[in-house]
């Protein structure tokens, strides 16, 4: 592994944006924090720090639920479904025209690599926007054919409308903010809702850019309201205000339990996106040349910092030295550096804590015998880089290969069974259901296991494919619900049924 090298010099638009003084974006204005309380957003990697933005509180997380509700009765909600498709294809066109911008700010923010970011925030951001903008002038109600009451056939008419659901609180971590932000905004936006989006406390800046591209569009003052603050703070009180019809939420399990106790005052309607410990199992007919990448960059994307990442690898006993080789050469061979260099191809994790955290993890993994086949260690100097980290022979008894770590680990087990059961039985064995995959030839291996492995997404032969139109969610306590596509817009409509006697 080299380190790369080249420091960076943020651009003009990125110094100008940096240095402005961050507020709060409330009823289309941007406005302090009541209490005048500031979040220090640091780059990762060089701890630095690079903005200072309004931290809101409960006041504030008020101001904003009462101006979405405001929102969604004015303005915005008397424009036809047209017009509100134009406006959120819009915001993807403006994000697209600031895709630089989006880039560097998200890049300095959360750590990734350039590419990274912006591949993602182009293929995510962009197009989650647009594939929701599509769907507003599709949302239908069904005819019911029936006569209620006993009157005669043809003397009455029964129908339903989707309507939005409301103000919707939505709740995003800060592994991948911009893209977050923008696939709790596009349905929501789609269906009509208003919203109060909370980014994570790490990572507030790209919806913070969001906000000046919101009001420069004319998306109507009120309609999407933007808060950055604690998740014990503003986050909390999102989560049980009585002004908030719906929480749309991804982040750890444990704060899932949180905001479902939190969101029992009024009842208020829960989606939750949490974590994940996902099984990628290979077969030893698969084709090692597509399995080794596969399962080298599903690992480390985004440096493990993500929900669904390929955690734990369980490979056949007849293939297993080879692809532990192959994987293990792979992660020494990722140039680690800041996200801005050129050559970086994984980056810093997003905090010390996370860091001590995931180190705390290999640590755990050492002492129950794992046997450590390469990283295990933060290199020396600035940032919060931990090198990528491969266990063998782990097994789920462990808990580096039960829970979710978060960060560049994987743990590879091996399996020598032909009974399949017993195979899927290992890879369902934790709390968690999120994106697994299945690697073989053989059609009816893959199709049985798709029938064993209880998981909201199942892939053979590549591993979590992401599509804006692809059902995308947890089982078990990986979540509640499921996001993107035709299902990803139910949450935010209700239905209303209609009957006339004529
Ligand atoms: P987190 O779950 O605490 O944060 C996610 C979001 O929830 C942030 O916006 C945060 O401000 C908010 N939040 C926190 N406490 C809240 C509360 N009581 N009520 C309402 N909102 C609240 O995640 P954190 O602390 O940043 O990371 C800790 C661990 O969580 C990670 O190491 C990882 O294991 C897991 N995680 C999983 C994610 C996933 O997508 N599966 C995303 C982020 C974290
Ligand atoms: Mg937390």
Not at 83 to 110: F, G
Not at 122 to 139: E, M, N, P, S, V
Not at 313 to 318: A, E, I, W
Not at 340 to 353: F, H, K, N, T, V
Request: hydrophobic letters at 40%; glycine letters at 10%; aromatic letters at 6%.
């Amino acid at each position: 592994m080299s380190a790369a090298s080249t420091a960076h010099t943020p651009s003009p638009a990125a110094r100008e944006f940096l240095a402005r003084r961050h507020r709060l974006f409330i009823d289309g204005r941007w406005v302090a924090a009541a209490d005048g309380g500031e979040i220090v957003v640091h780059d990762p990697a060089t701890e630095g720090e690079i903005a200072r933005v309004a931290c809101a509180t409960e006041s504030d997380v008020d101001q904003a639920v009462a101006a979405a509700r405001r929102a969604l009765t004015g303005e915005w909600s008397r424009l036809n479904s047209h017009q509100r498709s134009r406006l959120i294809w819009r915001l993807a066109d403006e994000l697209e025209a600031n895709l630089e911008l989006a880039t560097e700010l998200e890049v300095l923010d959360n750590g990734m690599p350039r590419m990274v970011a912006q591949y993602s925030i182009a293929r995510f951001g962009c197009d989650f926007l647009r594939y929701y903008a599509g769907w507003c002038t599709k949302i239908l109600g069904e005819t019911i054919p029936v006569a209620p009451q006993d009157v005669p056939n043809g003397e009455s008419l029964t129908y339903t409308r989707r309507e939005p659901i409301g103000v919707v609180g939505a709740i995003i971590p800060w592994n991948s903010p911009l893209v977050m932000a923008t696939l709790k905004l596009a349905p929501a936006l789609a269906a009509g809702c208003t919203v109060v989006l909370k980014p994570a406390e790490l990572t507030p800046l790209t919806a913070l850019l969001l906000g000046d591209l919101v009001r420069k569009v004319g998306i109507p003052d009120g309609v999407v309201n933007i808060v950055p603050g604690h998740g014990h703070v503003a986050g909390a009180a999102l989560a049980a205000h009585d002004g908030v019809d719906k929480i749309a939420f991804t982040g750890s399990t444990e704060v899932g339990r949180k905001i479902l106790l939190a969101a029992a005052g009024n009842l208020k309607r829960v989606t939750l996106e949490l974590g994940g410990k996902s099984p990628m199992v290979v077969f030893p007919d698969a084709d090692l040349e597509r399995v080794i990448p596969g399962a080298t960059r599903g690992a480390f994307f985004l440096q493990g910092q993500n929900c669904m990442a390929s955690t734990r690898l369980f490979v056949h006993d007849d293939v297993f030295d080879r692809v532990v080789e192959g994987v293990s050469a792979m992660a020494q061979a990722f140039r680690l550096g800041p996200g801005m260099a050129p050559d970086s191809e994984l980056g810093p994790l997003i905090s010390a804590d996370q860091r001590e955290r995931v180190l705390g993890y290999v640590e755990a993994g050492r002492q129950s015998g794992a046997e450590l086949v390469c990283g295990g260690e933060a290199p020396p100097g600035k940032g919060y880089f931990m090198r990528p980290t491969v266990f063998g022979h782990t097994n789920m008894g462990m808990k580096i290969a039960r829970e979710e770590i978060f960060g560049p680990v994987l743990c590879v087990q091996s399996f020598s069974d032909s009974d399949l059961k017993a195979v899927a039985d290992e890879a369902n064995s934790t709390i968690y259901g999120l994106s697994a995959s299945v690697w073989t030839r053989d059609i009816s291996t893959a199709h049985r296991m798709v029938n064993l492995i209880d998981s909201g997404q199942v892939s053979i032969n590549c591993h979590a494919a992401v599509d804006p139109a692809i059902p995308f969610g947890g089982n078990r306590q990986s979540g509640w619900g499921r996001e993107f596509g035709r299902e990803g817009l139910d949450p935010y409509l209700k239905t209303k049924a209609t009957t006339v006697k004529f």
